[in-house]
Nanobody, 126 residues
Framework: QVQLVESGGGLVQAGGSLRLSCAAS????????MGWFRQAPGKEREFVAG????????YYVDSVKGRFTISRDNAKSTVYLQMNSLKPEDTAVYYC???????????????????WGQGTQVTVSS
């Protein structure tokens, strides 16, 4: 079992920045591929960013490329999502997730992840 706890969400004006953190506890953090998802009201949960466990390569949904950066600190068992140039359409609940199978690929669908945090709200005002 892995327990994930997100933090860092909040209300920010368009163009602003936020840094989300996801602290993991339980099993060895470095054994899991990590990803960030988001879910806006009335919409399905969508992949935002992920880290390939084999080499740390990062993947992003097109709408956040160049604005968001995912990173991880295995010593702190934490994954981060730095969000810059935020837009109102980025408003959603953001979730981190852990994939125990992923190594050479990054999973991009919710069903492929095994553990989830409780989510943190990000609201971007125009």
């Amino acid at each position: 079992q892995v327990q994930l706890v997100e933090s860092g969400g909040g209300l920010v004006q368009a163009g602003g920045s936020l840094r989300l953190s996801c602290a993991a506890s339980g099993r060895t953090f470095s054994n899991y591929a990590m990803g960030w998802f988001r879910q806006a009201p009335g919409k399905e949960r969508e992949f935002v960013a992920g880290l390939r466990r084999s080499d740390g390569r990062t993947y992003y949904v097109d709408s956040v490329k160049g604005r968001f950066t995912i990173s991880r600190d295995n010593a702190k068992s934490t994954v981060y999502l730095q969000m810059n140039s935020l837009k109102p359409e980025d408003t959603a609940v953001y979730y981190c997730a852990a994939d125990r199978q992923g190594f050479l690929i990054v999973a991009t669908t919710p069903a492929e992840y095994d553990y989830w945090g409780q989510g943190t709200q990000v609201t971007v005002s125009s």
